[in-house]
């Protein structure tokens, strides 16, 4: 039994090694044969690449590129098509050196061999880089001036215009169209609502006139003088109109009122508050002060009597008396507390004189 079980295990163990070997050896030849072919392709397009399409375009029929590059667009297709290659536009690129339409650029660059019938591209240089114009319409001046300044170009003149269609301010239309192309820099003129028309009459211009000529213009168109308020300037001259409400060319009924704003000199007044400040002082000064005055007048004068005179014996005594007195405040007297200017005495000569 032992022998029987282990033949037949040994032969089925050869027959599952025998099949194992066989699809080993066909992958294997499988694998060759894939290997081989991927060579062949790859020979084949090297040999194709490098050998037979270089002379295909060798006995073709082949021309050298011309230079086109620093002609304008024309010349430079006139040029291209007789060479027996097509032009074509690209891109365009701007550069304020270079005129408007001359070629920048050229692929394939000149003198290059390329085929009969070869596109040629060329770069174009556009000039100055240009700007857009915005729809400004329906948008406030400022807004306007905002989105000009943004596209780089900037705003021009102004017209107004009495129109119910818009509030004041706001743009009604442009003289330039939307979606022009201009240089930058290039000015855009609005036209302006002034807002709805008020009356049949138009407010005239009193800017800069005197206030009797002002007064008489406006009455002459049939309105009446308004507020006058007078503002300071000096550096023009008195009377004349600053500025006026409503301003000049706006619509009005009769006797619609025009508010003026006249111009004044301002009023120097330093010469005259110093002399009357000085005048305070005095005034403001104590009367003890003018009785000091007064004293002091006196007793220098009293000094000088006694230097002249050649002091005695018996007058010692009297004059240390004195001495000790003078210590005292002077005695104030009723006439003294009147402002008065008194001039010192003059000191007598021993001869009486």
Same mark, same amino acid.
């Given at each position: ?131 857009? =114009? #915005? @729809?400004?319409?329906? *948008?406030?001046?400022?807004? $306007? !001036? ?6 780089? &170009? /900037?705003? +021009? ?45 138009? =407010? #005239? @211009?009193?800017?800069? *006139?005197?206030?009797?000529? $002002? !007064? ?6 049939? &309105? /009446?003088? +308004? ?45 005259? =508050? ?10 403001? !000064? ?68």
């Amino acid at each position: 039994m032992l022998n029987t079980f282990s033949t037949k295990g040994i032969f089925k163990f050869s027959k599952l090694s025998f099949h194992l070997k066989v699809s080993i050896l066909n992958f294997v030849i499988m694998l060759k044969k894939s290997l081989i072919f991927i060579a062949a392709l790859a020979v084949l397009f090297f040999i194709t690449n490098k050998v037979i399409m270089p002379l295909y375009v060798k006995h073709a029929d082949t021309v050298k590129v011309p230079k086109v590059i620093g002609m304008n667009f024309i010349e430079a297709k006139d040029i291209i098509e007789n060479g027996g290659l097509e032009i074509i536009q690209g891109e365009m690129k701007y550069d304020e050196s270079i005129p408007i339409g001359q070629i920048m650029d050229q692929n394939p660059p000149a003198d290059e061999t390329v085929k009969y019938g070869r596109r040629i591209y060329v770069t174009i240089c556009g000039g100055e880089q240009l700007s857009e =114009v #915005p @729809n400004l319409k329906g *948008k406030s001046m400022r807004d $306007a !001036k905002f989105t000009l300044e943004q596209r780089g &170009l /900037k705003l +021009g003149e102004t017209v107004r215009k009495n129109t119910n269609e818009f509030p004041a301010d706001f743009v009604i239309s442009q003289v330039i169209q939307p979606g022009s192309k201009l240089k930058k820099n290039s000015t855009i003129d609005l036209i302006l609502s002034d807002g709805p028309t008020i009356g049949d009459l138009t =407010v #005239p @211009n009193t800017v800069s *006139k005197n206030l009797d000529e $002002a !007064k008489k213009i406006i009455a002459e168109s049939k &309105l /009446k003088i +308004g507020k006058i308020t007078y503002q300071t300037n000096n550096e023009l001259p008195p009377g004349q109109i600053i500025d006026q409400y409503p301003k000049s060319g706006k619509s009005a009924n009769e006797n619609t009122a025009v508010d003026l704003f006249v111009a004044r000199k301002k009023v120097i007044i330093q010469q005259e =508050v110093t002399e009357e400040s000085a005048d305070n002082n005095e005034e403001s !000064k104590p009367e003890g002060s003018d009785k000091d005055k007064n004293n002091s007048e006196t007793t220098k004068s009293k000094t000088d009597n006694s230097k002249d005179e050649k002091p005695s014996s018996n007058d010692k005594t009297t004059d240390k008396k004195t001495d000790k007195k003078t210590d005292k405040p002077p005695a104030i007297n009723k006439d003294d507390s009147k402002p008065k200017t008194t001039e010192p005495k003059k000191a007598e000569s021993p001869d009486g004189e």
